[in-house]
């Protein structure tokens, strides 16, 4: 069974910074992409970042480049999420979630339960 | 950037009623689209992928179609499970986007 299991999340100051973990299982974790995707309070799915099967290809959406940094490890079946310089608008519940294969042309098929961010002085 | 649209953007209706939802994109992506279902304090689901294609243990009742830029998924008799907030996205290019979501609730 394909688990997903975030942690990492919590109280942070504005300007702060933070590093998201899901712990996967249940598959060849080096073998799929995976992506992060957040949900503010109330509001709806906006896709945040993906990362190559092998870590050597990432990808962000505009509202959060050069802030945010995907990361993998798969020898320990570990996807990272580096969130620095934080603002009152990345509060959120951040879902990881598992690709399909290749994430580009198909779909996400587990997520996790999410962990939720806060940030507020 | 690929834009998605989503009509309504709430809808109440009854158990058994038949539920279509549309999703629109801003330019054309095949059939790279899915849909998620999602209730409140949970993850999201997914229903359907490549536009038409039903995820394994996914109920007959929900169906989608489409390509291009016009997308619908129907419920064809809702029932009391199926009340909770459905997306679409986009996987066709990066970066993906989602639908700003469908509320289906009780009528």
């Known amino acids: 069974e394909v688990q997903l299991l975030e942690s990492g999340g919590g109280l942070v100051q504005p300007g702060g910074s933070l590093r998201l973990s899901c712990a996967a299982s249940g598959f060849t974790f080096s073998s799929y992409s995976m992506v992060w995707v957040r949900q503010a309070p109330g509001k709806g799915l906006e896709w945040v970042s993906a990362i190559s099967s092998r870590g050597d290809e990432s990808y962000y959406a505009n509202s959060v480049k050069g802030r945010l940094t995907i990361s993998r490890d798969n020898s320990k079946n570990t996807l990272c999420l580096q969130v620095n310089s934080l603002r009152a608008e990345d509060t959120a519940v951040y879902y990881c979630?598992?690709?399909?294969?290749?994430?580009?042309?198909?779909?996400?098929?587990?997520w996790g339960q999410g962990t939720l961010v806060t940030v507020s002085s | 950037d690929i834009q998605l649209t989503q009509s309504p953007s709430f809808l109440s209706a009854s158990v058994g009623d038949r539920v279509t939802v549309t999703c629109r994109a801003s330019q054309g992506i095949s059939s790279f689209l899915a849909w998620y279902q999602q209730k409140p304090g949970k993850a999201p689901k997914l229903l359907i992928y490549a536009a038409s294609t039903l995820q394994s243990g996914v109920p007959s009742r929900f169906s989608g179609s489409g390509s291009g830029t016009e997308f619908t998924l129907t419920i064809s008799s809702l029932q009391p499970e199926d009340f909770a907030t459905y997306y679409c996205q986009q996987l066709d290019s990066y970066p993906f986007t989602f639908g700003p979501g469908t509320k289906v609730d009780i009528k």
């Open positions: 979630a598992k690709c399909y294969g290749s994430c580009l042309k198909n779909y996400l098929d587990h």
